[in-house]
């Protein structure tokens, strides 16, 4: 079974830096993309930046030059640096993992991110 453990969410003043960390243990196949989503209050689940087995990364367009998604795959962990964060960017924050080769979707149960003065 697998599952997906976040950490590194927080409280950061705006204009702050965090960094989110996303371990998968059980079972995945090594073609991948492993991902990360946030949820603000009252919205919709959305995409923030997702990075593939061969390391090619796609990001929302607002989090480009702020944002960087890392993997390690011996580690089978993800990691999301967020920097020059806004208050418009506090919500949960979930890790993803979508296994290519079976088609399963997995995610981590998020953690919070608040940013605030």
């Known amino acids: 079974q697998v599952q997906l453990v976040e950490s590194g969410g927080g409280l950061v003043q705006p204009g702050g830096s965090l960094r989110l960390s996303c371990a998968a243990s059980?079972?995945?196949?090594?073609?991948?993309?492993m991902g990360w989503y946030r949820q603000a209050p009252e919205k919709q689940r959305e995409l923030v930046a997702t990075?593939?087995?061969?390391?090619?990364?796609n990001y929302a367009d607002s989090v480009k030059g702020r944002f960087t998604i890392s993997r390690d795959n011996a580690k089978k962990t993800v990691y999301l640096q967020m920097n020059s964060l806004r208050p418009e960017e506090t919500g949960v924050y979930y890790c993803?993992?979508?296994?290519?080769?079976?088609?399963?979707?997995?995610w981590g149960q998020g953690t919070q991110v608040s940013v605030s003065s």
């Open positions: 993803n993992v979508r296994d290519l080769w079976s088609g399963t979707v997995y």
């Open positions: 059980g079972s995945i196949s090594s073609i991948n993309v």
């Open positions: 990075i593939a087995s061969d390391r090619s990364t």
